[in-house]
């Protein structure tokens, strides 16, 4: 079956700009997540949702970053006012729910954001 | 806050090795303890998890077993192949909570 998918895979992008990287998670999965992974680090939480509710936001760097899941479904992470240090490896994941034995999570490719 | 340290790396092996690799976390409650793979070209995949303490987890000829005495979570394998070459990352989760917190992920090549 499909996993999950990310898009752009890559994005470059000048400073001040605003950008929106989307988030396709696999079907029927309850939960996803957006991390940021800087080169030789592992991925940094940003934030959840368990359906259409955003359950956790305390990663996300400043209110420049925001993200939405409207349907329960495709997610958006957008940056607005785009800054080099922006740049990094953006991951989605999703688990079919959070929490406990069923939080294994099924990483996307990722989006590699360059902001020039 | 809840956080994961491991062992630095790079680590280089020629094939047929013993792998460790080292993880300890730092977390409050009863986490849950992964180690997800990425290998080269390729986003992160699950290797494997323990949901409890002193639960072993094992894939692929791997395992990590679920010490809660000394809060670690290390790696190992008997035989390292060509093809575990990759990036290693040890995670949690908390029992309640969505996220996980990573380490820093430890590069391992493995050499004919």
């Known amino acids: 079956g499909a996993g999950v998918s990310q898009s752009p895979r890559y994005k470059v992008t000048k400073r001040g700009q605003d950008v929106a990287l989307r988030c396709d998670p696999i079907?029927?999965?309850?939960?996803l997540y957006w991390y940021r992974q800087a080169l030789g680090q592992g991925p940094e939480f940003l934030t959840y949702?368990?359906?259409?509710?955003?359950?956790?936001k305390s990663g996300l760097p400043n209110d420049r970053f925001s993200a939405e899941r409207p349907e329960g479904s495709i997610s958006t992470l957008t940056i607005q006012r785009t800054e080099q240090r922006d740049s990094a490896m953006y991951r989605c994941a999703s688990s079919i729910l959070a929490g406990g034995s069923y939080n294994e999570q099924f990483f996307g490719p990722g989006t590699r954001l360059t902001v020039l | 806050g809840n956080s994961v340290t491991q062992m630095e790396g790079p680590v280089t092996l020629s094939e047929e090795a013993f792998l460790t690799i080292n993880c300890t976390y730092t977390a409050t409650g009863y986490p849950s303890l992964f180690w997800y793979v990425q290998y080269p070209g390729e986003g992160l995949q699950l290797l494997l998890k323990a949901t409890k303490a002193d639960d072993k987890g094992s894939n692929k000829g791997f395992e990590a077993t679920y010490r809660k005495e000394t809060t670690s979570f290390h790696l190992e394998k008997g035989s390292v192949q060509v093809s575990d070459s990759a990036v290693y990352f040890c995670a949690l989760s908390g029992t309640n909570a969505g996220k996980s917190t990573f380490g820093d992920g430890t590069t391992l090549t493995v050499k004919p």
């Open positions: 949702f368990n359906y259409e509710a955003q359950q956790d």
């Open positions: 079907s029927g999965h309850v939960s």
